[in-house]
């Protein structure tokens, strides 16, 4: 019962690859593999690759460093074919702030407060991308009185991590745990049952049957056995989801 919340199959461009791993995906027992959409282009294609694949569950939304660059028009049109689909989704995602860029970091809040409201009119959880701007993404999500969220790959500083755990939000654990002492102490830090797990394939090398390694590193952490915890992520999978 492996989950992978954050990964973008979508943005492989061969299907051939992309078959190759979803088969090593279900052989290692994924079960669930969410895929975010990042523009208009890749929303339509995650909604077709989740028709064909069962594996595959769609999150619809529009990358901070996306959603800046286009019209106010394009965006909100965005907005009402996310709302049209909403019966093919299970949360809105990729969403959030990035300063690592030159973007229009006060659009990019406009459009992070657009698609929180959306996820909450359709009540749905947000999977939230934060970058060298967490806790400018926290204040909003605090402010807006977010419930349901998802913090993707968060690196922001100890205390924002205890924030976001206050607030009761999940926190997903990368393929990086494995090596990364960053991600080892927030594993420390995160209770069980807001742990959540993801690849973010193909932006990182990991993809979805390496979170088994993942795991064995998180259960090691937590003093678990493997089993034990796999079953506990995919309860928070579908306590949220
Ligand atoms: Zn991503």
């Given at each position: 019962m492996i989950i992978d919340?954050?990964?973008?199959?979508?943005?492989?461009?061969?299907d051939e690859n992309r078959n190759e791993v979803l088969k090593r995906a279900e052989e290692a027992g994924v079960k669930i593999i969410i895929c975010n959409g990042i523009d208009p282009k890749n929303n339509r294609k995650i909604l077709e690759l989740s028709k064909k694949h069962s594996l595959i569950k769609a999150a619809l939304g529009f990358y901070p460093c996306e959603c800046?660059?286009?019209s106010k028009e394009e965006f909100e049109k965005e907005l009402k074919f996310i709302k049209k689909n909403k019966k093919k989704i299970i949360a809105i995602g990729e969403i959030g702030l990035d300063?690592?860029?030159?973007?229009?970091f006060d659009r990019q809040q406009e459009c992070f407060r657009e698609l929180i409201s959306l996820a909450q009119k359709l009540d749905i959880p947000i999977i939230v991308h934060s970058r060298m701007a967490e806790e400018k993404a926290i204040e909003i999500m605090e402010e807006m009185n977010v419930k349901k969220a998802v913090m993707h790959c968060f690196s922001g500083k100890k205390k924002f991590v205890q924030r976001c755990i206050d607030n009761k939000w999940s926190l997903t654990i990368p393929g990086d745990i494995i090596r990364g002492q960053q991600f080892q102490e927030m594993a420390k830090m995160i209770p069980l049952k807001q742990i959540l797990t993801e690849t973010d394939f193909p932006v990182k090398?990991?993809?979805?049957?390496?979170i088994s390694e993942s795991l064995k590193k998180i259960a090691e952490i937590k003093g678990l056995d493997i089993q034990e915890l796999s079953n506990i992520i995919f309860q928070n999978y579908q306590r949220l989801f």
């Open positions: 919340v954050h990964a973008h199959l979508e943005l492989e461009e061969s800046d660059k286009v300063k690592k860029w030159d973007n229009d090398k990991f993809e979805p049957a390496d």
